[in-house]
T-cell receptor, first 113, second 113 residues
Framework: GENVEQHPSTLSVQEGDSAVIKCTYSDSASNYFPWYKQELGKRPQLIIDIRSNVGEKKDQRIAVTLNKTAKHFSLHITETQPEDSAVYFCAASRGGGADGLTFGKGTHLIIQP | DAMVIQNPRYQVTQFGKPVTLSCSQTLNHNVMYWYQQKSSQAPKLLFHYYDKDFNNEADTPDNFQSRRPNTSFCFLDIRSPGLGDAAMYLC????????????FGPGTRLTVT
């Protein structure tokens, strides 16, 4: 089955700086890669996703890059703000209901004022 | 608003006493998923339904069962809960074509005494 590795487990950055979280996956059949933000006690919220036919996607301060050859993808958050503090999960799947999401272990992002 | 609803939000059960968690959706999505999320861990897929087809993960314990009587509803049955089954149980839905985004419900927090 799919295996997703995520690093780092904790990331502390100064407000206004950028944050980068990296993930690798093992199943070459995976073609859908979402990123979720989860605040304590709440449901995971999708913040951005990318399909395997795209190398990069951007939405305001958030961007995701995908290197399908190397089987890794990254989340980039620029101009970080206090409300960005949360746990971020990467995930992978084959999409289309063929399987569910396999999540990385999560990154606790701390924005220092 | 179209959404994923989970009931109850909090459930307390006794060791070994069967419990059922429910999920309903108004999104008319044909794929429904159940995830288990233990404290400070990532969500872990238990099983999913693609239409009426049930797909069990290889490492999901036999203690966990699921039913999907129609498109809108899905149930998670835990036949004999153990202390290790205390967790947040998240239901999610998605389409099998087009956008692959999974929409999560608010979760049911299960406590086993």
């Amino acid at each position: 089955g799919e295996n997703v590795e995520q690093h780092p487990s904790t990331l502390s950055v100064q407000e206004g700086d950028s944050a980068v979280i990296k993930c690798t996956y093992s199943d070459s059949a995976s073609n859908y890669f979402p990123w979720y933000k989860q605040e304590l006690g709440k449901r995971p919220q999708l913040i951005i996703d990318i399909r395997s036919n795209v190398g990069e996607k951007k939405d305001q301060r958030i961007a995701v890059t995908l290197n399908k050859t190397a089987k890794h993808f990254s989340l980039h958050i620029t101009e970080t703000q206090p409300e960005d503090s949360a746990v971020y999960f990467c995930a992978a799947s084959r999409g289309g209901g063929a399987d569910g999401l396999t999540f990385g272990k999560g990154t606790h992002l701390i924005i220092q004022p | 608003d179209a959404m994923v609803i989970q009931n109850p939000r909090y459930q307390v059960t006794q060791f070994g006493k069967p419990v059922t968690l429910s999920c309903s959706q108004t999104l008319n999505h044909n794929v429904m998923y159940w995830y288990q999320q233990k404290s400070s861990q990532a969500p872990k897929l238990l099983f999913h339904y693609y239409d009426k087809d049930f797909n069990n993960e290889a490492d999901t314990p036999d203690n966990f069962q699921s039913r999907r009587p129609n498109t809108s509803f899905c149930f998670l049955d835990i036949r004999s809960p153990g202390l290790g089954d205390a967790a947040m149980y998240l239901c999610a839905t998605s389409r099998s074509s087009g956008r692959y985004e999974q929409y999560f419900g608010p979760g049911t927090r299960l406590t086993v005494t």
